[in-house]
């Protein structure tokens, strides 16, 4: 259903978390709530990499849920990010994807904003030749695009609208922490690129690919027939934060047999009659101080960092209505690379990303969701997988950490 | 890369170059991607990039092949391995340009490419606006690309992209 019409009521199913409601991805009432409870409320949002903002001045355009913000690094050092407004007449006034700047200037009316966002210059606060200009009250310290409250953590830039927020260790968790700490703590990051698509699907179904490590052995026949994960493999999805955040991972592990089980389960996910040519492309080279070889993070509500072999990047969700999504991509490797394992990160991209061997999979699996929510007559989804956790698991066929997020979702939405 | 044409053997190659994309743009039409590999030569390069990467030079590729071995594993995942609803694509291809030719006989060129694409029971969009910047050497078999960057303008990928530019 495409609105609430005729459901007058936004009641979760009595059967609870197993079940999903079509609502939550199709509501503009929905939408609008997480909007001021999730985005704008007591969360931490990713807004950039410090790789991207290396020098003074530097600065780039980015979001928290769908509302622009601009991301500073000011003379010391020091990141700032405020709401790409103007507080005079509400223009958009950064409009340069990324650049280095001493100041901003709105077109309109030329207000100016220093680094750290707040108002600088009028332009004839005091009026032409004693007529006009602003009342004699009025001072600048009061107006200003609204700022927004900074954590990092080994580089990583995240913003919250809400003074109520924990501190960002704690929001994260210890679980998440660990598995993060991995890809950010030891190594300064070398940004490769970016990529950008638009999905046509509700923001949350992109943490709910990648909480079902159900769908990674079955959608994914490039997984399975290359054996970058199959069902059997040791592999575990750990939660913290609430219910909030995921890591799913995994261990490549080439000598893993397959039995014929499940084997049979998985039939139509093999292609028994491919080889790669070049098979340079899959191979891991291990670098990294975990026994995982993949780690996929879903960090609450807006980030999601990836680890797949030695192809590195995250992936900023910015909402777009209940419908849509856009993923901005940062694809990284190290400022140490040797120009072998530059070339080899480059390569291994190929996975992932909207042109992904596993990349578009995905992509359009959730485009397909949508669809499902948006056309039928039915009006709810069923996650039953692995009913004795909630949460962590250890087995791939499982949903318990969809069924964590939603249980402090409800919460946090009322439902 | 020295331009080192005639004005007349310039425009003996861009005709040449414009055969080539006619049967390029024409073998992907056909979504057949099992022979685009052949359009470069053993150890050809070829990338999908946004300009917004190019313009501060970032390295990364959407798709990144190096070499035919790794184009024929892509086409044989868009093929066999990659789960996508069907599509028709239209590859257009103009303003083909000689930038030059070196000692050697590679052939730097560039031309725009306008990328349709229809989805069923949907109308047909733009899906992507760009540039080949090309370097071409000749062969026994013909002109090859000896790299090809697909340089896109385009700032949003919609949803994803399966074929290649």
Redesign the interface.
Known sequence: MDTMDGNTELRWPEEGLTHIPDWIYTSDEIFARERERIFLGPTWNFIALEAELPRPGDFKRSYVGDVPVVVTRDADGAIHAFENRCAHRGLEFCRALRGNASEFICPYHQWMYDLTGRLKAVPFRRGDRGKGGMPPGFDMNDHGPRRLNIATRHGVVFASFSDDVEPLDEYLGPETLEHFDVVFANRKLKVLGFYRNRLNGNWKLYHENLKDPYHATLLHVYLATFRLMVAGQKSAMFVSGKGRHATAASAKDDSAEIGKDTAAEMKNAFRDDMALEDQEFIRFVPEFDSPWTVTMQTIWPNLIVQRELNTLGIRHIVPRGPHAMDMYWTMFGYEDDDADMARHRLKQGNLMGPSGYLGVDDNEAIRFVQDGFRHSVSDRGIVMLDPENEGGTDTLISEASIRSLYRHYREVMDL | MSSNLSPAEARELRFEIEEFNTEYARALDALDVESWPDFFTEDGFYR???R??ID?G??????????R??L???A??IR??????PRWLRHLISNVRVNGIDADGAIEAEANYLILETLMEDETRIFQAGQYRDVFVRTGEGLKLKSRDCVYDS????????YPA
């Open positions: 999908v990039t946004a917004e990467n501060a970032m390295t990364v590729g959407l798709v990144w092949c190096d070499g071995p790794m024929r594993d892509r044989a995942a066999k391995t990659m789960v996508y609803a700032h949003l990928i919609p949803n994803d992209m399966v």
